[in-house]
């Protein structure tokens, strides 16, 4: 595979779909795709995002999603509303070739896990303490 900062928007677009899967939850960051088709109902841009392990990429989660909600809905965080989740660093930058924005958790020992995409992606920093679905691989 090649690493993220290689390739262009174009070998982005041209990643397979893929869905979110118990053991595939979790990644270093995810890169988020614009797709230029507008959500139906609010009429904002939708995205994809593409996780990201190791530099590398194999899949893009596809789905009709314009909303990326960082610490869950509401900040409770664990893609669920089962507790408030204390603040994370979060850290934010444009990959080099092809400029798209890379998001990832901004602290040591944590990885980023993610929800199936729908009408909106949910986002948070879990620690890399076995507790995690996909750590490990």
């Keep these: 595979m090649r690493d993220i900062n290689d390739m262009?928007?174009?070998?982005?677009?041209?990643l397979p779909c893929c869905d979110a899967t118990e053991d595939s939850l979790c990644c270093h960051s995810i890169v988020v795709l614009p797709t230029g088709t507008p959500h139906p109902t609010?009429?904002?841009q939708c995205m994809d995002f593409i996780p990201v392990r190791d530099h590398a990429v194999s899949c893009r989660l596809s789905g009709n999603t314009d909303l990326l909600l960082i610490d869950g809905v509401g900040g409770y965080g664990d893609c669920s509303y089962a507790a408030l989740v204390p603040p994370k660093a979060w850290m934010m930058d444009c990959l080099r070739k092809s400029g798209l924005l890379q998001l990832r958790?901004?602290?040591v020992g944590y990885w980023l896990q993610y929800s199936?995409?729908?009408?909106n992606f949910e986002i948070?920093?879990?620690p890399k303490s076995g507790e995690a679905k996909g750590e490990g691989e």
């Design 42 to 44: 609010t009429g904002y």
């Design 124 to 126: 948070v920093a879990v």
């Design 105 to 107: 958790t901004g602290r």
């Design 8 to 14: 262009t928007r174009e070998e982005f677009e041209a």
């Design 116 to 119: 199936q995409p729908s009408c």
